[in-house]
């Protein structure tokens, strides 16, 4: 389904992203891990293509989306929706149209110009945000909001879009642990009821063990790990952030396992 072919990424002397190949055979969770610089955040938008490879392939059902030009690239960033760590929404703006910002790439100049949507749109964002249990705030604006609510709404304009691959940028590395719970359970939801491939880049240990069936480690733009949760020891984190890490940023105190270890998701087990 999705192919990294050596993929790579420089930036004048620095090698963000170094020869990454990897194989993701069926829609499933994905957590990827590492130090602050490690590669992660440059990885994901080379997916989404809001930043070119510098060399390398990434198929997906055999197509070469890094080749993709004009309208293709953009049908390309609608199936492959991205979820930022600050939210990325219009704050004077309404949930709803926020919401419907997910179907911008389909729209005409005209009707985006003027924000005319057909009522179809507005009875799916409405069926969205309910799914998400935030319709109460539909009319609200956005800044009006908590952080929790507003990556909420965040990931319904995601949903909007239908992807079939869901790229999360560190989703809750601005929010409290209760809300982080709330979001991480969404899209683990989203994931097992839609079976939609979901790729998050996350900062704590006990979060990708919790929620992924897949977790990558990136070291110095490299993949140093790539295997279950269940095989991601003490030593395997060293390998990852560092021999002479704290862990500050691989686990906390307050972590959403801690929060609650009985409603753990049931983890597959990775398959090419």
Known sequence: MLEFEGLTKQFGGNVA?????????????????????AGKSTLLRMMNRLTDATSGALRFEGQNVLALKGREKRNWQSHCAMI???FNLVPRMDVVSNVLHGTLNRRSTLSTMFNLYPKSDIYRAIDILERLSIEAHAAKRASALSGGQQQRVAIARAL?????IIL???????????????????LRHIH????????????????????CDRVIGMRMGRVVFDGTPEQ???GVARDIYGADASFSEAATSTSIETLDRSNRPQQAAVTA
Not at 168 to 186: F, G, H, R, W, Y
Not at 193 to 209: F, P
């Open 192 to 211: 097992e009821e839609d079976g939609r491939t979901v790729i998050a880049n996350l900062h704590t240990l006990d979060t990708a063990r919790t929620y």
């Open 168 to 186: 999360a940028d560190e989703p809750i590395a601005s929010l409290d642990p209760m809300n982080a719970k709330v979001v991480m359970d969404t």
């Open 160 to 164: 909007m879009q239908d992807p079939k």
């Open 84 to 86: 930022f760590q600050q």
């Open 17 to 37: 992203v170094d020869n990454v190949s990897l194989s993701v055979g069926k829609p499933m969770m994905i957590g990827i891990i590492g130090a602050s610089g």
């Open 232 to 234: 991601l020891t003490t």
